[in-house]
């Protein structure tokens, strides 16, 4: 397979201003008749020259043009294009029809069956296993569609955008039309068809209008939409009161199928998600899956916005819409729930999966300059580095400069397919500033590295900070970026001290500045500091970099207690931990004996014990970094030394906090019946936390304890957390638990997807452990939320099973990427970067976990999405 690059971007040959489909679904095959209005763009193509459009899978049995049909001289098709020669003119009307095979369709891409439904999943490219198309997200038309099928089986007929007409049909059959008028890409087609619930609501806007919201799930889950309706409106409601942005058609539609390679679809005006994210209801959903739901819901929503109505020119540019609206997505859940919790979650989650993708072998921009399979780019840096980029605008120009550009963004764009560039354009323009460096961002790979170097100068009473940034590894091009670096000094007090300039009065200065780093090194001095401070650098995580700094022990003990940049705080924490466990875990490769420094159990006793912070900081404060933050900073690794530092650490916690995480867990616990109020949730978040710390060392009393919370629980959360400690020892408490689960839930599947997931994370989880549960009658490959949480989180989150020193852990995944590679390339290419990092292992792990990776290059036929990742790892 040959790549497409970024470079040979060419406006499309013809310009498409109408379609009209009709869908009749069927059993056994579907039939699918388009007619499109095309009109050649003459900037690009010559007149007289053919119509090449897109197709995969597709069986062509009809093509005509302005009403004639063509001979087989007319038109000619090969796997994946057709070829419409002698046409009228520049512009015509084509109609052809195919016929497809949902019924047959694993890969989840383009039409195809869950659960008896039909339903569509076409970004990035599906749209062309559906019907002939210039499948490209620059092709922006109107749609309208006529969907007819069994009444009986599938009384609910959808599309995107208003429903005009409905009518019965011959033979038990009805139709249903659909009119979409604004004009879209062919990625944000959806139809869906089946037999499922309604759950109903309004919104009404803040021009007075009133929307339909339609949530709709499959009959036996109809009391777990309350959750979904409502994140719905309070989304709709931070849009127009933080954007300024409304709804723009009446109906606004969710449908949740269980079957979905990712997590939602932003379809106008007709979302399909993965069921994970909308069902909800508190014996079955945790806390965690409350805040997911409503942050995918949120995120769908916001792409109305940001990804419809101003879409991507070209895939390239995906960032443009994901990195924008993962970045909205955020600061809306931080508005509902906690600024500073949801921070520390989302740079956790950055550092263990994005920064690992930056300094693998696929390794990309947030705008990538070349891709095989499209579908591999959906990236931690596409989406989680984009929103960081995004977050960088908003640090450099403040909260109005940021809504001045999306303003004038809108103002400009609205209806187009654009650029990240035109983005950036728009934040410079409406703020007055040079934003050319800043396109850096979106230019170079890896994570770059931020040096800081303080010096306090006392008789001058003066502290002069030195900030160099330099090259990631990877990236032999890198040019200084546009860095803005929020800053802080604190006092002996613990509190923060002015940060005065030359002339400036110190007591009336800032306690905070952000510092915009543009070349290699730039320096800074601050004036009538009157006692040595500790400086606080990268507050907030205001830029995505690894921050370099010489500190002691007892500096991030200081800044771990005291920093008033409540980041900054717990990333303190994180340093320390960091320094110690990678110290222990050398001693641990050499065979050397392990003993923990008091001063870190004091340090995290303290921050247990400071009633100034809630259960949710708490709880963060005391998660040591995981096993992908910790290989990261190492070459050579050897997972086994890592894992056995990390155990000594939280056994040793475990023993020495004892008794306050007893205490805390006493009185953070909710009582009385389950209550979702944010003081509920941290009480939760801590108390769960403290468990599954006390219970690292195995003790009786705390196995009964969380047998008890267990049996007694009316809440997944607990629930789930008591389970969690359970199975991590071997013993009949292990058994009885999992059993009581699995009869309790075997017929839920969301919940059952926890009972694998939880098992396969656990400590005693071994490869012949993976393979019972493979074999397990309620394992399917054909269920993505299924795969993931046994194959996924075996490969991800269980690295003593997956990192098994005879390779068995990583012959296992191999294996199930072969099969899936048959049934779901999709699925297959992101369960196959678990072994991406190969080079970063020691022996013999790095020579294992290669070796899989080209026997499953060997494969006859390997899918592209494969092919791409694995030719990429081994290159
Ligand atoms: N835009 C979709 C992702 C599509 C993935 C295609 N493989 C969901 C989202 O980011 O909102
Ligand atoms: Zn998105």
Redesign the pocket.
Known sequence: PQPKYRKDYQAPGFWIHEVELWFDLGADGTTVRSSIRFERNAAVTEPGSPLVLMGEELETLRVSVDGKELGASGWSATATELTVRDLPGDSFTLETEVRIHPESNTALSGLYRSSGNFCT?C??EGFRRITWFLDRPDVMATYRVTVTADKTKYPMLLSNGNRIEEREEEGGRHSVVWEDPFKKPSYLFALVAGDLHCHRGTFETMTGRTIDLEIYVEHKDADKCDHALGSLQRSMKWDEETFGLEYDLDLYMIVAVSDF??????NKGLNVFNSKYVLARTDTASDADFEAVEAVIA??YF?NWT?NRVTCRDWFQLTLK?GL?VYRDARFTADKTSEAVKRIDDVQGLRAHQFAEDSGPMAHPIRPEQYIEM?NF?TSTV?EKGAEVIRMYETLLGRDGFRKGMDLYFERHDGQAVTCDDFRAAMADANGRDLDQFERWYLQKGTPTLKAVGCYDEPNQTYTLELTQSAPENEPHFEPTHMPVSFGLVGPTGADMGLAFEGEDASKAPTNRVLELREMTQTWTFHGVCARPVPSVLRGFSAPVNLEMERSQEDLAFLFAHDSDSFNRWDAGQTLFKGVLLALADRAAKGEALTLDPAVVEAVRNLLNDESLDGSLKSQAMSLPGFSVLSQARTHVNPAALIEARDFVIETLSRELRGDLLAQRKAARPTGAYRADKESIHGRRLANAALGLLSATGEDDIIEMAEEQFAAADNMTDSQAALGCLVQIPGSHRTQALQAFYERWSGDALVMDKWFAIQAMSRPFDVAAYELLRAHKNFTMENPNRVRSLVGVFAMQNFRGFHAQDGSGYRAVADAVLELDSLNP?VASRMVRALNPWKQFAAPWSDLMKAQLERIREKKGLSKDVFEIVSSALG
């Open positions: 999943q970004e990035a390679n990712m997590g939602a679809m932003e995120h769908e792409h990804g994901e609206t579908n959906y989406y999709q």
